[in-house]
Nanobody, 125 residues
Framework: QVQLVESGGDSVQPGGSLRLSCAAS????????MAWFRQAPGKEREGVSW????????LYADSVKGRFTISRDNAKKILYLQMNTLKPEDTAMYYC??????????????????WGQGTQVTVSS
């Protein structure tokens, strides 16, 4: 079992940057594949980025590729999402999630058992 708490959301102007963090409690953080999802008002939750438990494999949604970077520090039990060149369409509640599934790549939200409460990112001029 793992508890997840996101932080780092804020309001920024287009072109700005933010770094989201997801702090985990529990002993098995390094055993979980992790992901960031986001949900904008009136839209379905969508996967943004996925990372293997080792941190050595990562994937991104096409909409954020080249702008966002996912990483993890298993010793500190923290998941990160560095977001650069933010656009208004990045505005959403961002969630981190952990899965016990043996697969890790581009899983949908149904595969994730553990979720944080979310952190709001607003990109607006």
């Amino acid at each position: 079992q793992v508890q997840l708490v996101e932080s780092g959301g804020d309001s920024v102007q287009p072109g700005g940057s933010l770094r989201l963090s997801c702090a985990a409690s529990g002993d098995r953080f390094s055993a979980f594949h992790m992901a960031w999802f986001r949900q904008a008002p009136g839209k379905e939750r969508e996967g943004v980025s996925w990372i293997h438990w080792s941190g050595g494999l990562t994937l991104y949604a096409d909409s954020v590729k080249g702008r966002f970077t996912i990483s993890r520090d298993n010793a500190k039990k923290i998941l990160y999402l560095q977001m650069n060149t933010l656009k208004p369409e990045d505005t959403a509640m961002y969630y981190c999630a952990a899965t016990e599934d043996t697969r890790w790549a581009r899983l949908g939200s149904d595969a994730y058992k553990y979720w944080g409460q979310g952190t709001q990112v607003t990109v607006s001029s």
